[in-house]
């Protein structure tokens, strides 16, 4: 099948203004959105800059907007979209440094504020390691699945509206650490999404989870950080 | 690119699914809803400072234009109201109902209920227009 691809293109250092390129491609409907870019770099115009690593859905590097939704190149198929007209953009609310890559800078901060690493200082009862039944390990299952590819966190309006907005991202990587029962650091991060750019700013819009490639439920994350800031219990 | 830009390219351009249209319903039902009571404060405030005035004001509310309006904010209303009740219900009571299938059946039944409350009371609002202001229906 014949499709025509329309790339998102901006280098700062020539470019006023960004601009569409469009390549008509020749291609399988089985192939993926990164096998497309992939060919329009290799072979066609070497200039065009993407993330990408693992390409199997697993490193998170290359997500982006593909015909107007956040998804990652290597997970979705021609097939998928239902049409011959592609367009590809970079995500949105974070600053484009170069055609389809973004600064993922101020959404690592964002992850860095919640301190998601393991706290505790405590030393275990048996004196090697800190034990947890199969039922406190599910508490907090979903959220250890996120590849911080930023799908989340892009789609999300309050995002749009304020980058300093902690994001869903942050919230499920927080929310990991939260309702682990080994961890003792919960209360400095909820103290974090209680401010005023922290879990309040979620308008449930539900764009994150529906993005999510991992399938998280981070809306259902989120509403359960909330309820423990407005309950005070952790459960 | 700057914030607002962002916005409103997120706003018209991403294409989410049920959740993000009903967030967007949600902020203009809620700011026609915002208008009206503003107008609303203004014109009782009128009986005060100006009792002509408001007689005039209520000549124009009854103007078909102005009937347009008030059957559009009493979809405001019922919209944005559901809409906040499900949010809330499922914020503070179900977080689980945050899961995909739940939230994009919820949203419709959002709507659905929505339409079955306000077409009744367009009903009547759009006959009363046409009675009073076309001379329809006998008036």
């Known amino acids: 099948m014949e499709i025509r691809l329309r790339v998102f293109r901006f280098q700062p250092e020539k470019d006023q203004r960004p601009r569409y390129d469009v390549f008509t491609i020749e291609t399988d409907p089985t ?24 390409a199997h859905g697993v490193c998170g590097s290359d997500a982006m907007r593909i015909n107007g939704r956040n998804l990652l190149a290597c997970k979705v198929l021609v097939k998928d979209l239902g049409t011959s007209e592609i367009t590809v953009e970079p995500l949105l ?29 405590d030393i275990p009862a048996d004196g090697k390691e800190f ?8 508490r907090f299952d979903d959220t250890t699945k996120c590849i911080m590819c930023a799908a989340c966190t892009t789609s999300c309006p309050s995002f749009w509206s304020n980058t300093e907005y902690v994001g ?28 005023q750019f922290g879990v309040w700013r979620c308008r449930t819009a539900f764009n994150c989870t529906e993005a999510c490639p991992r399938e998280i439920k981070i809306t259902q994350a989120i509403a359960e950080v909330k309820q423990v800031l407005t309950s005070g219990k952790l459960e | 690119m ?52 408001f007689l005039d004001v209520v000549a124009l509310y009854q103007t078909t234009l102005f ?43 959002t709507l659905i209920a929505t339409l079955i409350l306000w077409l009744p009371a367009t009903f009547f609002m759009a006959r009363n227009i046409l009675i009073h202001n076309y001379g329809l229906f006998g008036g």
């Open chain 1, 31 to 54: 192939e993926r959105i990164l096998d497309l870019l992939e060919y329009v770099r290799g072979d066609v115009d070497g200039s065009l800059a993407f993330r990408r690593s693992c």
């Open chain 1, 131 to 138: 034990l947890q039944s199969p039922e406190q390990r599910a």
């Open chain 1, 168 to 195: 869903p991202a942050a919230i499920v990587n927080a929310h990991r650490f939260i309702f682990d029962s080994r961890d003792t650091g919960a209360a400095k991060r909820l103290e974090v999404l209680n401010e």
């Open chain 2, 2 to 53: 700057s914030t607002l830009k962002t916005t409103l390219t997120g706003y018209t351009g991403y294409r989410g699914r049920e959740g993000h249209y009903a967030f967007l319903l949600h902020r203009i039902t809620g700011l026609g809803t915002v208008l009206f009571l503003v107008i609303h404060i203004i014109d009782i405030a009128l009986v005060y400072l100006s009792p002509k005035g």
């Open chain 2, 67 to 109: 009937g347009i309006g008030e059957i559009a904010l009493v979809f405001c209303v019922f919209f944005h109201g559901i809409n906040g009740l499900r949010i809330a219900y499922f914020d503070m009571f179900k977080p689980a109902n945050w899961s995909i299938e739940t939230e994009r059946n919820s949203t419709r039944i």
């Open chain 1, 93 to 121: 609310g974070l600053r484009v440094i170069k055609d389809l890559i973004v600064d993922m800078g101020p959404f690592l901060e964002h992850y860095k504020s919640v301190m998601p690493y393991f706290i505790n200082d």
